[in-house]
């Protein structure tokens, strides 16, 4: 039977990339773990392949790894850039960041101008490419992969997800605690997993309380402050009957422009319509009323993805640690109130 590297890699509980990198010799590998790969290619009766290596020794490159993030001006990208930037520095990384404006099209390029980079690792924010390219992407660039806020079933990629489901349950469950029933969902992306995964702790709730979910209720959008401003037009267009006493919004920002929709209606934050946003960007404390809002650790989740990348470099990773889900608990402030008691609409359709 012919035994290829990934078999190699999977004796040796490494990724491919770490088998090609001792391979080419295209960067540096402690000893312990290219000894532990060669012992591992030992047993299965066969010796790795190596270039030779130049009499006149090259100079050692700096470690660079990509960041692609789909929005630059988003601070919620911002502060994960700053934990993945705080952290390379402190083990003597660069980073090259990547920009792809919420565009798959664009994401698409961004990964064929990655791979013309002599890159020693990526992390990938909120991709929104299919799981098929993802992959295809990753086999093709053969070097360690993780994944921000995108789960993909690849042990050897490391994921890194918030648990928006959880955190959606928990703010639906909060307004209904209120006595809001009539409430609104600002999707933002509507199709992405992120989106739907939101959605999901909404509807649970919902239905834990016997409720459900209106899908007039439910509005896609741009995920940035223009979007949340047009939809949340659109729910004020509705007949007042129809019309939210409460809304979620898929991120900060949408929830900042669903904020100035409703002063522009004349109506008041909390007291005719509570609402939630996700992220706890730094203007969420500035806003009028301040934003109650969903707040994950962004800057700890840029840093472990980092650490995470120079744990594969070095082959401190293991396989088996491929799925990391981090908590985001919800931060009240003064965006949140009883349901109006003549509100602008009437409650939920029951079950």
Do not use: W
């Amino acid at each position: 039977m012919k035994i290829t590297l990934k078999d190699i890699a999977k004796e040796a509980g490494v990724s491919q990339a770490t088998i090609s990198r001792i391979v080419n010799r295209n960067a540096s590998v402690s000893s312990a773990l290219e000894q532990k790969v060669f012992t591992a290619a030992k047993n299965l009766g066969v010796e790795i392949p190596q270039k030779k290596i130049l009499k006149e020794p090259v100079q050692d490159r700096p470690s660079v790894i990509g960041l692609q993030v789909s929005d630059l001006a988003n601070p919620y990208f911002q502060e994960v850039m700053r934990g993945v930037i705080g952290e390379a520095k402190q083990i003597d990384y660069g980073v090259q960041v990547f920009e792809t404006k919420e565009d798959i099209q664009v994401e698409e390029e961004t990964f064929r101008s990655m791979e013309k980079f002599h890159l020693d690792g990526v992390i990938l924010c909120a991709t929104r490419i299919s799981d098929a390219k993802l992959l295809s992407f990753y086999h093709r660039i053969g070097i360690p992969m993780v994944l921000v806020n995108r789960y993909i079933k690849d042990s050897a990629i490391c994921c890194i997800t918030v648990d928006h489901r959880r955190s959606m349950f928990q703010a639906t469950t909060h307004l209904i605690d209120l006595g809001h029933r009539q409430i609104a969902y600002l999707a933002g992306p509507s199709k992405s997993n992120n989106s739907l995964n939101r959605r999901s702790g909404i509807v649970d709730a919902l239905t834990k309380a016997g409720l459900k979910l209106n899908p007039d209720l439910c509005l896609g959008s741009f995920p940035d402050v223009d979007g949340g401003f047009q939809s949340m037009i659109s729910l004020l267009s509705l007949p007042k009957e129809k019309q939210p006493t409460a809304v979620l919004a898929y991120n900060d920002l949408v929830a900042v422009g669903a904020l100035r929709a409703i002063r522009m209606k004349s109506l008041r934050v909390p007291e005719d319509i509570s609402i939630i946003g996700m992220d706890n960007i730094p203007i969420t404390t500035h806003t009028y009323p301040p934003l109650t809002t969903v707040s994950p650790p962004k800057v700890q989740i840029g840093a472990l993805a980092m650490r995470n990348i120079h744990r594969m470099n070095t082959g401190e990773y293991e396989n088996r640690e491929g799925y990391m889900e981090v908590e985001a608990p919800l931060t009240l402030r003064y965006s949140t109130g009883p349901a109006p008691i003549a509100g602008n609409g009437v409650e939920a359709e029951r079950k």
